[in-house]
């Protein structure tokens, strides 16, 4: 068999020569894809803020209001009545319902590193699982009260109380049926802080059938008249 000619020193050299300069190639085409990438995945204020843009007008470009506000829910597919939507307002500590001031919107979206539609839809997940943590649930139902309120008026108005009641509570509350039926028949045209901040000890303290109320303790007097008002009914259904 005949011997396989050597190659010379001079090829060789130009073969590695040629190899390491294609792996200098794909290495510096892979570091740009990568940079790329991360430069799409890092937060940037410049982007955010371009993005909230899109939503405000050139007469007051510093708010969004109620016609940006609908094609911003329409951009992130989630209607404006739903309930991730106030978890987002808590999120930027929005002062006026329906309104997200450029501050409000950075400071938000900044912590949760959303500059993007896909990157806050990615994140609606953890807004709806701040729902399922009593501490954060807490704080978002108190911060809903003087979020929804007439800014001019101390209490809220019964229509918005019952329509924050109902997003808030209503898939919760076994009793919160009957509570708006109470509600409903009341003599109550508003609702103030204090009580709105017991209906929601009520509803995680107190037994379905009322066992475990104290008329002595020291509950807001709607919430008395409430459990009087349950009990009559019931044992009127119970007699008929």
């Not at 020193?9 to 390491?20: A, I, P, Q, V």
Request: hydrophobic share 35%.
């Amino acid at each position: 068999m005949p011997r396989s000619k050597r190659r010379s020193t001079t090829d060789m050299s130009s073969n590695e020569d040629d190899r390491y300069a294609s792996k200098r190639l794909r290495n510096s085409n892979s570091s740009r894809r990568v940079s790329r990438v991360e430069e799409a995945q890092s937060f940037s204020q410049k982007r955010c803020l371009s993005w909230f843009r899109e939503y405000t007008t050139p007469d007051d470009p510093d708010t969004l209001g109620p016609e940006g506000m609908e094609k911003f829910c329409e951009d992130i597919g989630v209607e404006p009545e739903n309930v991730v939507m106030l978890v987002l307002a808590y999120k930027m500590q929005a002062r006026q319902m329906g309104f997200f001031t450029k501050e409000e919107w950075l400071k938000g979206l900044g912590e949760m590193q959303c500059d993007s539609i896909q990157k806050l839809q990615y994140r609606l997940d953890y807004l709806r699982c701040l729902l399922n943590d009593q501490n954060a649930f807490k704080a978002i139902y108190r911060y809903a009260y003087d979020f929804a309120r007439d800014k001019d008026q101390r209490s809220m108005d019964m229509d918005t109380a019952k329509a924050m009641l109902q997003l808030l509570l209503g898939k919760h509350w076994p009793l919160y049926s009957q509570f708006s039926q109470f509600l409903d028949q009341s003599k109550y045209k508003v609702i103030n802080k204090d009580q709105w901040c017991n209906i929601l000890e009520f509803s995680r303290t107190i037994y379905n059938d009322l066992s475990n109320y104290d008329v002595d303790g020291a509950w807001p007097v709607m919430l008395d008249e409430f459990v009087e008002w349950l009990k009559a009914a019931r044992a009127k259904n119970d007699i008929s």
